[in-house]
């Protein structure tokens, strides 16, 4: 029968490959906690300049007046363990005494599945311009208001509906949260393909002005959740003739997210887990399973018996 040390030890053998195996193999079963959760709440970034350059609501031109953009971000049903589906409303309002409706520049509100770990988009987006407009699909690729764990990525623009490149730059801090920034260059590009009116040139020739829409961001992602925390947008939306010479200005926004609407952002990324505590503890069930496997081990071959290496007492033959 075997002496109770190497049964022992046997157990802790097959404890500490147990915990080696949930240690070791749990990253790769277990789900990334990168998922945005779905109980995520609703939030809004709001963007401002006060020094904007917009349409003028009466009369040809443009004018120079304080903007505020706000993005509105939701998750909404359906959902499942890898997919959401996000609503993104966008609003861009003049800074004045007069009605919503008057103060209005522009409105949209984009419905579409995302991946809940990467961030990106799943298949069209639904997009309604106007109310008044019917619902349309639009391909949406990229990703935009959730990022992954990358160097690169490819954002969603959409005022020209397609994504372009922003390379990750730098770390900062956003209100106690560690973020990444990426930095997006648009280059100056037509917003469709057909003119929007003739520019009557001053030897009475017409040339046809097209819209073109450019902009530069600064993207805050906070690196637990790939949320982005702030944006810092440039854009110079302008007409221009056919080979990109700019004769108009239509749009130009230099905006960042206010200290209140960012704030809000930091706290509430900052319910969500990161994965932390359960890393920790597979780390230590990785420790200790290396540990009993190599206690286990030793007390098997029977280094913890000592029974066998105790000196025989001899005894003395008494003759009568």
């Known amino acids: ?17 147990a915990l080696l195996i949930v240690g ?21 970034l709001t963007l401002r300049d006060a020094k904007a350059t917009v349409p003028h609501p009466e009369e040809e ?4 007046t304080a903007v505020t953009k706000q993005i509105h971000v939701e998750l909404m049903e359906p959902s499942d363990d890898t997919s959401v589906t996000v609503r993104v409303g ?17 409105a949209e509100v984009w419905s579409y599945r995302m991946d809940r770990d990467s961030g990106e988009a799943i298949g069209d987006a639904a997009v309604a311009f106007s109310p008044a407009e019917p619902v349309t699909n639009v391909p949406l690729e990229g990703v935009w208001v959730k990022f992954p764990t990358s160097e690169e990525v490819k954002v969603f623009d959409a005022t020209l509906r397609k994504a ?9 801090d956003v209100f106690g949260r560690e973020a990444d920034v990426f930095v997006q260059k648009v280059p100056a590009t037509k917003v469709g393909s057909d003119p929007e009116f003739e520019f009557a040139e001053e030897d009475g020739s017409l040339t046809p002005m097209f819209l073109y829409h450019k902009a530069e961001r600064k993207y805050m992602v906070d690196q637990a959740t790939g949320v982005v925390l702030d944006v810092h947008e440039s854009i110079n939306d302008f007409y221009g003739t056919e080979e990109g010479e700019e004769r108009q200005p239509v749009m ?12 809000a952002l930091a706290m509430a990324v900052g319910n969500v887990s990161n994965g932390f505590g359960w890393r920790i503890a597979l780390y230590v069930a990785t420790a200790l399973g290396g540990v009993l496997l190599l206690f286990g081990a030793v007390g098997v071959f029977g280094l913890w018996d000592t029974r066998g290496s105790k000196p025989k007492k001899m005894r003395r033959k008494l003759h009568s």
């Not at 029968?1 to 097959?14: E, F, N, T, Y």
């Not at 070791?24 to 809004?44: E, I, N, S, V, Y």
């Not at 372009?164 to 900062?172: D, G, H, I, R, W």
């Open 90 to 106: 966008t609003t861009t309002l003049r800074e004045n005494k007069k009605p919503d409706v008057e103060r209005l520049i522009g």
């Open 1 to 17: 029968m075997l002496p109770k040390s190497r049964i022992v030890s046997a157990l802790l053998v097959g404890l500490g490959v």
């Open 252 to 263: 130009v926004f230099n905006g960042a997210g206010t200290e209140d609407s960012v704030q």
């Open 61 to 64: 031109g443009a004018l120079e």
């Open 24 to 44: 070791l193999g749990a990253p790769r079963w277990l789900a990334p906690d990168g998922r945005l959760p779905l109980d995520f709440p609703a939030t809004t």
């Open 164 to 172: 372009f490149p922003a390379q990750k730059t730098e770390s900062v």
